[in-house]
């Protein structure tokens, strides 16, 4: 049973949508704090016992308003091992080391103070190539820029169109080049995280909630449904495979494994689609409503909705889904659950979970 399963269940000093990252046996989320979720932390805990290693706190300089719904700590942290970055939807950044020390501190906010929506930002940071690539973009202004991780200066920045956005860039690798693709309501372009410049793109606008999601040279892009696009190399672009309306995502992100394309579609539908045509090869009723993308360990995929309900759905040899259980944590779930491969993750609203996973691999 899962209550045998629980290792340990964390207090957490404040709410967010912000996923948990886990780094050497150190979990990492953030949260705000306060009647205008100003104060904001970065906790990390011992991933074995649940203890609180550190927790490093400092004040928000930009707008922290947004829907009370979601919260400040929206954006989930990254670490490239060395450095841990997090972003909030004041769009006020901060680089530590492992240890809870601060290396460096960007106020996007106050540097640019139109960076903002009455809704929140929430799209996150991602690492590659010793660039810290930030998404930020909103109605009034909209930018992209790269950030040496170890100092934190702009490497580069790009204005962009001015529409709201919450998605994450995603990395992928193109040939012999890291590359990131970020959407927009215009493309979805793929740029160098060296030098911000365009290396290709997709003529067809996004979705701006949920993140496309690749495996391997496959990419599946929501734009009102999946457009399912090959990474080629030589000459370097997107080729689209196809385009199914009936694949939506609505506010989770896709995934993607060999060869399939699972997701939850409005209302509470989990789809299997078959990645080389788009069919969907099963469906599955769940219930309540998701604001947490699906996570893959091993042979299950766990989906968390918003009321707190686990559902664990077991891969077949085809990779076909099945439900193969369920359990209930506490409602207020908007974070998506991580995993590293022996334990599994939630945050809610109050607390953060851990569960031993039970075919976990031995490290």
Known sequence: SP??????????????????????????VTAAVGYRQDELHVLCFDSRT????????????????????GGVAASTPVSDGKHVVALFSSNDLVCLDL???????RAL????????????????????DDTVVIQAE????????????????????????????????????VGSQNLVLLQSRKDFQAISPQTGQTVFAYDHWCDTVSSAAASDTFVA????????????SSPAGFEQLWISDRLRCGNTSP?????????????????????????????????????????????HIYAVN?????????????????????????????????????????????SLYSFRLKDSPKE
Request: with cysteine; aromatic share 10%; charged share 15%.
């Open 50 to 69: 649940g203890q609180l290693l550190w927790d490093f706190r400092f004040w928000a300089t930009g707008s922290t308003i947004c829907n009370p719904f």
């Open 221 to 232: 892009l929501p734009a009102a449904g999946i457009h399912a696009l090959r990474l080629v």
């Open 138 to 173: 909103s109605l009034l202004y909209a930018i992209v820029c790269g950030l040496d991780v170890a100092t934190g200066r702009t490497s580069w920045l790009i204005e962009r169109p001015k529409e709201a956005l919450w998605c994450t860039p995603i990395a992928v690798r």
């Open 99 to 105: 240890e809870g020390h601060p290396l460096w501190f």
């Open 109 to 128: 906010g106050l540097e640019r103070p139109l960076l903002r929506n009455d809704v929140g930002m929430a799209s996150s940071p991602v690492i590659v």
């Open 306 to 350: 918003y009321e707190g309900t686990v559902f664990v759905l077991a891969l077949d040899d085809a990779g076909v889904p099945a439900l193969a259980g369920q359990w209930d944590l506490e409602s207020g779930v908007l974070a998506s659950p991580a995993s590293d491969g022996g334990q599994l993750y939630f945050r809610t609203q109050r």
């Open 3 to 28: 209550e045998k399963q629980l290792l340990w269940k964390a207090p957490l000093p404040g709410p967010g949508p912000s996923s948990p990252i886990v780094i050497n046996n150190k979990v990492i």
């Open 255 to 299: 995934l993607v494994w060999q060869n399939k394309i699972y997701l939850i579609k409005e209302p509470n539908i989990f789809a299997c689609a078959d990645g080389a045509s788009g069919e969907i090869v099963r469906q599955l009723r769940l219930r309540g409503s998701f604001w947490a993308s699906p996570l893959l360990v091993g042979r």
